[in-house]
């Protein structure tokens, strides 16, 4: 069993950076591909970024690349999202997840463990 715990969110003007952090309990982590999703008001849960067992193979949704940067430190069973130059639509409920499943897939039922959000929100 996983547990995860995101912090870091908050309210920002837009063109500004937060720095997500997810930290993990009971199992390890290490071996897991990691997760950042996002829900914002009437929209679908969504993959942000993921990121290998390794860090060495990294994924982002198209409108977040360049801003995003996912990575994580095996060593502290931690998770990070740095989120630069941001936008009012990345205002969001933001979750980390364990692919705990090993599916491989980058959707909401493809992750196993979840944790239980934390809120970003961008003004104009």
């Known amino acids: 069993q996983v547990q995860l715990v995101e912090s870091g969110g908050g309210l920002v003007q837009a063109g500004g950076s937060l720095r997500l952090s997810c930290a993990a309990s009971g199992r390890t982590v290490s071996s897991y591909r990691m997760g950042w999703f996002r829900q914002a008001p009437g929209k679908e849960r969504e993959i942000v970024a993921s990121i290998s067992w390794s860090g060495g193979s990294t994924y982002y949704k198209d409108s977040v690349k360049g801003r995003f940067t996912i990575s994580r430190d095996n060593t502290k069973n931690t998770l990070y999202l740095q989120m630069n130059s941001l936008k009012p639509e990345d205002t969001a409920i933001y979750y980390c997840?364990?692919?705990?499943?090993?599916?491989?897939?980058?959707?909401?039922?493809?992750?196993?463990?979840w944790g239980q959000g934390t809120q970003v929100t961008v003004s104009s």
């Open positions: 997840a364990a692919d705990t499943y090993l599916t491989g897939g980058l959707g909401p039922s493809d992750f196993g463990s």
